[in-house]
């Protein structure tokens, strides 16, 4: 988890905000799959998991429903509209993130849209997670115990008895 934490804010730096917009909007469902009982993802643990952990640090009117929906559009269609036949009562038309270093623009709503600083965005999901890892590390949560090892990561050396003598990601 710490690699892709340790990604989105590179992505942040170098200006890959698409990069750092699409794994940022995955976080809640990883976070909320390795905590539940049977180690998936649905809606409502994302929405649940957003609200316990992200909404505060990102500090917007975005809710845990238009995020979800939000995320369901992004990473599905590669959109940034809220699918009307899926979500009728989107709080927003669409979702704009600004990007620029000399401007500053957050939480704002024009003409329907609601206006996120990507930066804020982006580094109040990696805050979010960083609180939920130390959260879930100190109450020895179970399913967090179970699942963790399960994610994605990098493995320097490779993974026996796979591939071996390279960095691999599994």
């Not at 559009?73 to 509209?81: D, E, K, N, R």
């Not at 949560?141 to 994605?152: G, P, S, V």
Request: charged fraction near 25%; include cysteine.
């Amino acid at each position: 988890m710490n690699d892709l934490l340790n990604e989105i804010e590179s992505a942040l730096s170098n200006k890959l905000y698409l990069i750092a917009l699409h794994c940022s909007l995955s976080l809640p469902d990883i976070c909320g799959a390795i905590q539940s009982d049977d180690g998936t993802a649905s809606g409502e643990k994302y929405k649940k998991w957003y609200d316990e952990y992200a909404y505060s640090k990102i500090k917007s009117n975005l809710t845990s429903l238009d995020c979800y929906w939000f995320r369901c559009s992004v990473l599905h269609q590669g959109s940034t509209i809220p699918d009307p036949k899926k979500n009728k009562n989107a709080n927003y038309s669409r979702i704009v993130f600004i990007l620029s270093d000399s401007v500053f623009a957050h939480n704002n709503i024009i003409n329907g849209a609601l206006n996120i600083d990507i930066h804020i965005f982006c580094r109040g999901m990696i805050e979010g997670v960083r609180e939920w890892q130390n959260d879930m590390i100190e109450k020895q949560d179970e399913n967090y115990l179970k699942y963790y090892d399960k994610t994605i990561k990098k493995y320097q050396d490779g993974l026996s008895p796979y591939v071996l003598g390279c960095e691999v990601i599994s």
